[in-house]
């Protein structure tokens, strides 16, 4: 009979016969129905859950997708199953507008992806290899069509950690913990301005999935951070329209993705800086005179008390009052006269100069007359247009005209002026105060570039020369001054010291003078003793201790003995480790001072501890920063590394905490790495 069905007729046997045959065949339906959900999954994928993402370019280790849905660039494996950065487009990315993002003007080329944006915006992406198997980057440039339209990128912080760009007030590693609105890109002083940024400033960030990126600082920026959320950047609004421009690197973790923009950022190598400086102690001068004589009189003093005291060969930190007192006072005419010997000559000092003039100095009231001084000052002409008057800021609560840097011959006496004063007071090192964030620094290209040039007549003046702040001038191995800390136990006080460590670390700037010990923002009565003693401990293996309240203030003599100890621990254990990694920086720009996931960069607990620091890679330092605390966790990284306590001798292994490790007030945890 015929059977119109094309499934053939089927006769059932319902006895035993080929039962040995029936599991095959239930295997073999199992596994085709396996197979069929699969596809299935990934066809939906493909086809539904990643619809709406494009692909815009395609390199050996990641992709360039557009996100149609949240309308963010990803890059990521080419699996998909990491995203190495996300960046948020801003205003641009308006769902409203319905802009495709998906036409390549430069579809010529493999590696290039063009696009102009509804007239607003012309974007151009290119790929091209790092000089690593392992890594690739990215050079995206938005330029604005016009002077209305805001460019503004933010990269995600969701999944990963950040590092780097500039300092501020109460420092974090990582800096997702830190908020800063969106402002000019420019160093201020943190003082004045304590939402701003200050101390150091880059234009460079790092990311714990592996990416760095550096901004082009060609344009005037804004930067800002939204606390766990993003890091945004946008161009300066202006009269033109400027493009904003950055290069992100993708490499297989974090310190190599660092070390690549590393290479990448500098053609050459540093200069080595004067490692003499690091046998220095710091003692700021605590007294406000009113005489120069009487200043001497105080400094001899001062200087008597150190000695008597055993507490080395110190150099007395003079700040810019107190040098100008010493420098005009021993002046034996009205013109100075810098041929004469100061009483001055046989102490230790440390003298601060600025590019700032106060009109109401006899010095600034004598350039001021003199018509070839008149020009030096940065100038804007008067109503009537036919003379120029210096433009007026404030400085140190004086009214001060600021050198013209631009003018070679402001750069040339400014040069002349640090080499005379050091030599006249036979300064042993010379802090040149930056004045950062002061007027006309109206945009963070003329900002930085005014330090920059600050920085280069600094290094001319000798290699001794401090600086308060620094942008783009790492190479110059000159010492940055740390900000100015509180006198407490939070992030705005010992707690952010090793945050900012890090900061001038991997910034480029491994030579720095941290604050004074106990703060400087302090009064004297504020600074107890076991803050004090705490401050010391992990001062004392920094590059350079430096004091304001004297030990010897104290009750008891505890303080004063602590110092003295640890004045020759920095000497004779700390020095020479610095001395031998400023070689190592010297050639690969390897930080001296490195966080913990410099061994072991795909651990992540070692991401945010922000209070113990390596040096080098054979020492690790976990000071107590707790009040009232005599143990605290430790982890030591490395699970296949061993680490042996410098001071009882034990070992242990890495990749392990050390739980209420037990750290008396007057000791500060050290581990020293087993090489087997």
């Keep these: 009979m015929w059977n119109p069905s094309p499934i053939p007729q089927v006769s059932w046997d319902t006895t035993l016969r080929g039962g040995g045959e029936s599991w095959k065949g239930t295997v073999a339906c199992l596994i085709l129905g396996a197979l069929f959900t699969v596809t299935i999954g990934f066809v939906y994928w493909q086809v539904v859950d990643h619809s709406h993402k494009t692909w815009i370019l395609k390199g050996q280790l990641t992709e360039l997708l557009w996100d149609r849905r949240s309308h963010h660039l990803l890059i990521q494996t080419p699996a998909g199953d990491k995203t190495f950065l996300n960046i948020n487009v801003g205003d641009l990315a308006n769902p409203d507008l319905g802009v495709p993002f998906v036409r390549n003007l430069c579809w010529l080329n493999k590696t290039s992806f063009c696009y102009r944006w509804e007239s607003q915006v012309d974007v151009r992406i290119s790929l091209d290899p790092g000089d690593s198997e392992h890594a690739e980057c990215y050079n995206v440039t938005w330029g604005p069509l016009h002077c209305h339209v805001e460019v503004k990128n933010c990269f995600s912080m969701e999944g990963m950690k950040w590092y780097g760009g500039a300092g501020v007030k109460a420092q974090r590693w990582p800096i997702n913990e830190q908020s800063a609105p969106l402002q000019p890109y420019m160093l201020s002083d943190l003082v004045v301005r304590p939402a701003a940024y200050g101390s150091v400033l880059e234009h460079y960030f790092l990311s714990s999935s592996g990416v760095a990126i550096l901004l082009s600082p060609m344009a005037p920026l804004q930067v800002g951070i939204e606390r766990q959320r993003q890091v945004c950047v946008r161009v300066d609004p202006g009269t033109h329209p400027q ?192 004045g950062e964030g002061r007027p006309p620094e ?154 913990l996931w410099w061994l072991t960069p795909d651990d992540p607990d070692t991401l945010t501890i922000d209070d113990q620091f390596l040096i080098g890679d054979e020492v690790l330092v976990a000071p107590v920063m707790d009040r009232g605390a005599l143990q605290r966790d430790i982890y030591l990284p490395g699970a296949d590394l061993q680490w042996q306590d410098r001071r009882t001798g034990q070992v242990h292994w890495g990749g392990a905490r050390l739980q209420h490790y037990p750290v008396a007030l007057e000791q500060v945890a050290v581990f020293l790495r087993i090489h087997t």
């Design 243 to 434: 493009p904003l421009h950055y290069r992100a690197c993708v490499a297989r973790n974090l310190k190599d993705a660092h070390q690549l923009m590393t290479r990448q950022r500098y053609a050459s190598a540093p200069v080595m800086p004067n490692i003499a400086m690091l046998r220095s102690s710091l003692w700021k001068f605590p007294e406000h005179v009113g005489s120069g004589e009487r200043l001497e009189r105080e400094l001899r003093t001062f200087s008597n008390r150190l000695k008597r005291h055993t507490l080395g060969p110190g150099v007395i930190s003079l700040d810019e009052h107190s040098t100008s007192l010493l420098l005009y006072t021993y002046s034996a005419h009205r013109h100075i006269n810098w041929k004469g010997v100061s009483p001055v000559q046989h102490l230790n000092l440390s003298i601060t100069l600025s590019p700032f003039l106060s009109l109401g100095s006899l010095q600034g009231q004598r350039l001021h007359r003199e018509s070839g001084h008149q020009r030096l000052w940065i100038s804007t002409r008067t109503t009537g247009g036919k003379q120029q008057a210096p433009v007026l800021t404030w400085w140190r609560g004086e009214l001060c005209a600021k050198l013209d840097l631009s003018r070679p011959a402001s750069a040339r006496w400014l040069s002349e002026e640090m080499l005379k004063a050091s030599a006249h007071l036979g300064a042993e090192h010379v802090v040149m105060e930056t």
């Design 442 to 595: 109206k945009d963070s290209v003329v900002a930085g570039e005014y330090l920059r040039r600050l920085g280069h007549i600094a290094a001319q003046a000798g290699d001794t020369t401090i600086l308060t702040s620094a942008s783009g001038s790492s190479e110059l191995g000159l010492f940055v001054q740390m900000p100015a800390l509180q006198a407490d136990w939070s992030y705005s006080g010992l707690k952010g010291i090793i945050p900012a460590v890090f900061l001038h670390s991997l910034m480029g700037y491994p030579f720095f003078i941290p604050d004074a010990v106990g703060g400087s923002l302090a009064r004297e009565d504020e600074v107890d003793e076991e803050l004090f003693i705490r401050w010391l401990e992990l001062n004392s293996f920094l590059p350079v201790l430096s004091f304001q309240k004297p030990p010897w203030s104290f009750s008891s003599d505890r303080a004063l003995n602590l110092t003295r100890s640890y004045l020759s621990l920095h000497t004779e254990f700390v020095v020479p480790l610095l001395e031998k990694y400023a070689q190592e920086w010297g050639v690969s720009r390897n930080p001296v001072y490195r966080p």
